[in-house]
């Protein structure tokens, strides 16, 4: 398994990728009412990319996943992962993706094994190939030592990292990630960032990511699309949407400020966050 230390190796243009595409849409739109929240949505994700989806509260980016997950049905449009339907071939897709949500996904109640064990009957694992899966992915995200404990006492940090190693038990094609880092302390989210990678490097994973926080979308991403009510207004690798911008030493908190007119509220706590995602798995 490939080591990461410090910042992620950042791949600025998508040249090293194979050129086959593992997720497009084609005027993906969700509606809620007369609101819609998804508008005519075309994109298009590389095998092995790390493609991020940026965007203001309520810009459309959570309900995108759920769309290209199953877990919300499409009100117009098409999507396709790894040349499934997601409308028409919902099994098939659910095969092929893994999904890491904002809400808590593990049992607090349970050990971090019991809660892998949940996951992998549900993934119809074979019975005679669960403890081995299990053994590899406690043993690729560092959980060995508290594979045995209950998951109430982890870090949030920990948390994640079991959340994650719950949605690759099956060796999904493709991850998806909504806000995979939010709440975690720097050191924690150094360590997703660099899971992140490993995953690509190791298994060849295409990940799909959102995030509030430019800088990991910059180390991470190969290409990025930013979007602000419901619509995709640039997309492209974090170099070539800092250099459109003309302007010496160019950050992507600057592109996103130029097509957005809105700034990233970054300094939600740990705990402020790990409320939020208790109310939303309680909500539903």
């Known amino acids: 398994m490939t080591k990461l230390t410090g910042k992620a190796d950042r791949l600025e243009t998508p040249a090293d990728l194979p050129k086959s595409v593992i997720l497009e849409t084609q005027e993906l739109t969700r509606r809620f009412h007369k609101f819609t929240a ?17 965007g203001p509260n309520g810009a459309g980016k959570s309900t995108v996943i759920k769309m290209l997950t199953t877990l919300l049905p499409l009100s117009a449009g098409r999507a396709t992962i790894a040349g499934y339907d997601v409308t028409h071939q919902q099994g098939a897709v659910r095969r092929v993706i893994g999904y890491v949500p904002q809400a808590l996904s593990a049992d607090g109640s349970l050990t971090g094994y019991e809660n892998l064990l949940i ?29 045995h404990k209950l998951v109430r006492n982890y870090s949030g940090g920990m948390i994640r990292k079991l959340e994650i190693a719950q949605s690759i038990l099956h060796r999904p094609q493709i991850m998806f990630l909504d806000e995979p880092t939010v709440g975690l302390d720097p050191v924690a989210r150094s360590q997703v960032w660099n899971l992140v990678q490993e995953l690509r490097a190791d298994y060849g994973t295409t990940i799909f990511l959102t995030t509030h926080f430019l800088e ?9 699309a930013i979007m602000n009510r419901g619509k995709v207004i640039a997309t492209g690798t974090p ?46």
């Open 38 to 54: 998804v508008d005519a949505l075309n994109i298009s994700v590389l095998k092995s990319e790390v493609f991020g989806l940026l």
């Open 119 to 147: 996951f992998a009957k549900l993934y119809d694992i074979p019975s005679q190939q669960r403890r081995e899966r299990i053994s590899d992915v406690l043993k690729f995200m560092g959980l060995e030592e508290a594979a």
């Open 216 to 224: 990991e979308a910059d180390n991470l991403c190969h290409r990025v």
């Open 239 to 284: 170099t070539d949407l800092k250099a459109a911008l003309g302007k010496p030493n160019a950050t992507l908190d600057d592109v996103f400020i130029h097509h957005t007119g809105d700034e990233l509220a970054l300094g939600v706590s740990y705990h402020e966050t790990a409320k939020s995602r208790r109310n939303a798995r309680r909500l539903g």
